[in-house]
């Protein structure tokens, strides 16, 4: 369905090129173990490095169980895990976050991150309207109530593409199709204006049609706020069509980070070119 077409929703190619230095994250040296059942540890990611530039979209792929989601979790402290992350430094629009708690990430998990997941309606809580809860976000971390909570939430639906959002503020999450959901899950990861988007699997439980719908909207918002986007994906047929460049993760490591255009054409890992010859 998708193939491996090079050029069609990327960055405008007349953009002038990132130089060192500008990244709006930039990861030097991520390593996270785990605790074994039995006993000692296991370093599920390897002294990782990457960069993220601004308005850019970094495909993230590699096998289920590579340490996708690990890393870009741990790299940001989005999801509290039991695993001990260690770094160089992870600078995050020039200032170092490396060493934070979990705790102390917060205010950059509330404001200059966004994330969404996989499973969007498993996300959103069942008992409370998707205007509550986005507006609980707004209040959270903006201080917004009322009538300003309430249109800055409708704005933000305008901006996800959810038809006359007035009207479903006060629909509960159930009212909504996976990719609707996924719409809220974006506006919800939105609300603080992040300069960072980490999307893990986010078309995965969609239907393809849908999934096309999700992928549009995310380089929309690339191309309209200048968001910097990591996507998390398994499936080298969204990278290929959506992503500017690309990180390649083979069992905890990074093997290999380039433009889409040369690692797909030119892969400087053998696992690289074994995944790239297993697309049909
Ligand atoms: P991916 O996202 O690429 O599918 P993950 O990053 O989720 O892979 O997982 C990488 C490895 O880390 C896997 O072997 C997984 O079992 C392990 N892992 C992930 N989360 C935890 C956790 N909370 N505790 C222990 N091991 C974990
Ligand atoms: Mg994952």
Avoid: W
Wanted: overall charge negative; hydrophobic content about 40%; glycine content about 10%.
């Amino acid at each position: 369905k998708f193939g491996l077409n090079l050029v069609h929703r990327k960055k405008d190619a007349s953009a002038p090129a990132e130089s060192a230095g500008t990244a709006v994250l930039e990861v030097r040296g991520l390593t996270v173990s785990f605790p074994q059942p039995g006993s000692g540890t296991v370093e599920v990611v390897q002294d990782v490095s990457l960069t993220l530039d601004p308005g850019e979209i970094l495909g993230l792929v590699g096998e289920s169980g590579s340490g996708k989601s690990v890393t870009a979790m741990s790299m940001l402290g989005l999801v509290a895990h039991p695993g001990r992350v260690e770094a160089q430094s992870i600078t995050l629009d020039g200032r170092e976050i490396s060493g934070l708690s979990f705790d102390e990430l917060r205010p950059i998990r509330g404001g200059e991150i966004g994330v969404v997941f996989q499973d969007a309606l498993a996300s959103l809580n069942p008992a409370y309207t998707v205007g509550d809860q986005v507006s609980e976000v707004l209040r959270e971390h903006l201080g917004l109530d009322g009538a300003a909570a309430r249109r800055k939430v409708i704005d933000l639906f305008t901006r996800v593409g959810i038809a006359d959002p007035e009207s479903r503020l006060g629909d509960y999450p159930h009212q909504f199709s996976g990719g609707m959901a996924q719409r809220v899950m974006i506006a919800m990861a939105l609300a603080c204006d992040p300069k960072v988007l980490v999307a893990d699997e986010p078309t995965t439980a969609l239907d393809v049609t849908v999934q096309e719908q999700i992928l549009d909207l995310l380089v929309e918002l690339r191309d309209s706020y200048g968001l910097s986007i990591v996507l998390i994906t398994h499936d080298l047929g969204i990278v290929a069509e959506v992503a500017d460049r690309v990180a390649v993760m083979y069992a905890g490591q990074l093997v290999e980070i380039g433009s889409v255009d040369d690692v797909f054409t030119r892969p400087a890992h053998p696992y690289t070119e074994g995944l790239l010859q297993s697309i049909p």
